[in-house]
T-cell receptor, first 114, second 113 residues
């Protein structure tokens, strides 16, 4: 059974810092990995999708890497801003058909201090 | 383009009642999945439907059921509600068999009292 772990569970940093969020998964047979952002009481916003054949994806100040063989992904946030405060979730899917659904970690609760 | 829409946004039900939640996927998306998220946890997979057929089911009791309509919208039904069913229910749509990037709606907050 796939298990996804996110470290740290919570993080509070001053505005302007660069930071790294970590995600690990136990079964390396994944189809893709997706990073999401969730604001309190809201739905999930897709940030980045990395296909299993890719090593990284970038969008603006965000960069996600994937090392499938070691079961790890990192989300790098450059020049953090108070608006980045949210919970960040990573999720993996095993097959292209998606019949198993996404398996999520518990998330990293991020606070950016002004 | 409209994103994934869910209704209602909030509702309160009594133990033992039944509830129906609704989801409209992004236009052109044929796959809809349902997830349950309890406070402090990541979402848990309940069902996936593709082309109106159930393609996957998570570890949830038979009180949970769903269906997908010809226009690809979907309903999630939960019977005999328990206090533990209180959660945020999320719907996600994706393009199909190879395009699995998931886009989520804003969720339905269900409170069972």
């Amino acid at each position: 059974k796939q298990e996804v772990t996110q470290i740290p569970a919570a993080l509070s940093v001053p505005e302007g810092e660069n930071l790294v969020l970590n995600c690990s998964f136990t079964d390396s047979a994944i189809y893709n990995l997706q990073w999401f952002r969730q604001d309190p009481g809201k739905g999930l916003t897709s940030l980045l999708l990395i296909q299993s054949s890719q090593r990284e994806q970038t969008s603006g100040r965000l960069n996600a890497s994937l090392d499938k063989s070691s079961g790890r992904s990192t989300l790098y946030i450059a020049a953090s801003q108070p608006g980045d405060s949210a919970t960040y979730l990573c999720a993996v899917i095993r097959s292209g058909g998606g019949a198993d659904g996404l398996t999520f970690g518990k998330g990293t609760h991020l606070i950016i201090q002004p | 383009d409209a994103g994934v829409t869910q209704s209602p946004t909030h509702l309160i039900k009594t133990r033992g009642q039944q509830v129906t939640l609704r989801c409209s996927p992004i236009s052109g998306h044929k796959s809809v999945s349902w997830y349950q998220q309890v406070l402090g946890q990541g979402p848990q997979f309940i069902f996936q439907y593709y082309e109106k057929e159930e393609r996957g089911r998570g570890n949830f009791p038979d009180r949970f059921s769903a269906r997908q309509f010809p226009n690809y919208s979907s309903e999630l039904n939960v019977n005999a509600l328990l206090l533990g069913d209180s959660a945020l229910y999320l719907c996600a749509s994706s393009g199909g068999t190879t395009n699995t990037e998931a886009f989520f709606g804003q969720g339905t907050r269900l409170t069972v009292v």
